[in-house]
């Protein structure tokens, strides 16, 4: 069945209570948004204890209008019937009470909807208020509350469906408020980051406090005012980091961007412009170091060469260019080296330190056995190496060239120095040397002995003298030993060198210990 609003006639219905939701004064029509919207704008000064007098306030409201009045109400009493032409409308009243109990069951019902309503929306609105919505969604809050408040109006005028549907919207409204909550708090921590973002202290404070006011103690509310607090001593950082990085004074730049991170870590502009400006450092001290890397190269710096190249693949391990640039300075190096090491070998041979010269010669094929040069250059030099050894040997000891063996075998070392036509100082005076030692081997020099007349006097590889006094005779140089022997008496034994550069020696030579008889047997 449809509802039908009773009308005014119709005396036998229950009449509306005195009912505000907004609890008007001042003689202030219900339903009046603009009074309603003065009411809640007062000063805040109450506290917290505004909200709750006041629901508590509409909550005995309620209970009065719903229970309590309508049993003070008191039905109108029906004047009897006069007349005749009177007695019509009496019957059609009394049919009209007696169909009364059903619309005032449905009136019941709806009011009892209305009730529940109207807790849900004090409930909303206590928490709304605690909230301090008035600061951050008064508009849709007050739209809210007005419905609620034209609602009463209606309600007042017996049109209970129409009012339920208002306080409907006006709770649905005040839903939408609550439910908008977690993206308001979103909304202004987002426009709080931005305005640190932006540099703006006075902007994210705004917007961290309205965060806050919606929900106390939110995590990233807290820590957004506090990166507000700091942002004026933070931001200075930054901008100096961007005019740095903008002026290419990127270490400069790099140092701002890090104060203001150490303060801050969670700077966004800081962050983002540090990779910037560490790539550019990167990219900058790369190009430094290859650049100096070849202009040492040039120089034929290879050592300082490499070690720039190191570093440019240090920077950048995944280059290819520093490899490359390793690879010269390193050629280079080995070719400084190998040139050094031809250098001195020939540096050597030129002062004939021929054993010298081979050991270089040596440390080249060590380093490229492909160098032909160094090859030739180590078997020529062990050669003169091996003939200077043996002149040398033959002329620390000339005195053994008067012997047979050892004059040709020095007369064939002499032939082989002749044959390399060669006039470099030392093997000259080698040759030089070794022929007037050979010439003079072969000179006899005298000799004088002396002796007691009774030894008998030997010299080895040359004779028996027999005994004598004094006795000169003719050696060639070298070393020779003379012994003395004689019966009784102990064998005597000299060395006599026959030196072709020393005056002519004298040689006494005696058996003068005798030999006890008692030893001797």
């Known amino acids: 069945m449809q509802h039908r609003d009773p009308s005014p006639e119709d005396q036998s219905i229950i009449q509306p209570a005195d009912f505000s939701f907004g609890g008007t004064a001042n003689g202030e029509q219900p339903g009046d948004p603009a009074a309603a919207h003065t009411a809640d704008k007062k000063p805040s000064g109450s506290g917290k204890l505004a ?62 909807e209305v009730q529940k309503i ?7 609105q206590e928490e709304l208020l605690e909230r301090k919505v008035e600061t951050w969604a008064a508009e849709d809050y007050f739209a809210a509350r007005t419905l609620a408040e034209n609602a009463d109006g209606i309600y007042r005028q017996r049109k209970f469906m129409q009012a339920l549907e208002q306080y409907r919207q006006a709770l649905s409204g005040m839903q939408a408020v609550r439910d908008s909550i977690p993206e308001r708090i979103e909304k202004h921590l987002a426009d709080g980051n931005s305005a ?26 807290v820590a957004g005012k506090a990166r507000a607090e700091q942002l004026p001593e933070v931001w200075p950082h930054v901008v100096a980091g961007k005019e740095a990085f903008e002026a290419n004074a990127l ?75 390793i690879t010269q300075a390193e050629n280079g190096l080995a070719k400084a080296r190998i040139d050094r090491l031809f250098a001195t070998a020939a540096k050597h041979e030129q002062s004939e330190q021929w054993h010298k010269a081979a050991e270089k010669y040596g440390a ?88 007691d007349a009774s030894t008998n006097v030997t010299i080895y590889h040359v004779g028996r003298l027999g ?18 022997t004689r019966q009784g008496y102990r064998d005597v034994r000299r060395e006599l060198i026959v030196d072709p550069s020393s005056e002519s020696p004298v040689v006494t030579i005696e058996c003068e210990e005798k030999i006890n008889s008692a030893n001797k047997s």
Not at 118 to 124: A, G, R, T, V, Y
């Open 51 to 112: 909200p709750v007098i006041l629901g508590g306030g509409m909550l005995a409201a309620l209970v009065g209008v719903f229970w309590v009045l309508p049993q003070m109400v008191e039905k109108p009493v029906i004047p009897a019937a006069t007349t005749t032409a009177a007695s019509t409308p009496a019957k059609a009243s009394v049919k009209q009470v007696q169909e009364s109990p059903f619309t005032e069951a449905e009136i019941a019902a709806q009011r009892r």
């Open 118 to 124: 109207l807790q849900e929306i004090l409930q909303l």
């Open 196 to 221: 640190l973002d932006a540099g703006d202290a006075e902007a994210a404070h705004k917007a961290f406090d309205l965060a806050l006011t919606i929900s106390e103690d939110h995590p990233r509310g």
């Open 251 to 325: 270490d400069t730049a790099k140092q701002a961007l890090e104060t203001a991170l150490n303060l801050d870590p969670e700077t966004a502009p800081a962050k983002a412009l540090l990779p910037a400006v560490n790539a550019a450092i990167l990219e900058r001290d790369y190009s430094e170091a290859m650049s100096a890397g070849y202009a040492a190269i040039a120089a034929d710096e290879f050592t300082k060469a490499r070690t720039h190249f190191v570093k440019a693949r240090t920077l950048k391990p995944d280059a290819r260019d520093p490899n490359i640039g």
């Open 364 to 451: 080249l094929i060590a380093e490229d056995s492909s160098l032909v040069e160094a090859l030739t250059g180590k078997a020529r030099s062990q050669a003169r190496a091996k003939l200077d050894d043996q002149l040398q040997e033959l002329l620390e000891d000339p005195l053994t060239l008067g012997q047979s063996k050892r004059n040709q075998y020095a007369r064939k070392v002499l032939a082989d120095a002749r044959a390399l036509r060669t006039s470099t100082p030392r093997l000259t005076g080698q040759i030089e040397a070794l022929e007037s030692a050979l010439t003079k081997s072969l000179i006899p020099i005298t000799v004088l002995l002396q002796s």
């Open 467 to 484: 005994n004598f006094s004094e006795r000169e005779i003719a050696l060639k140089p070298g070393r020779y030993t003379v012994v003395g």
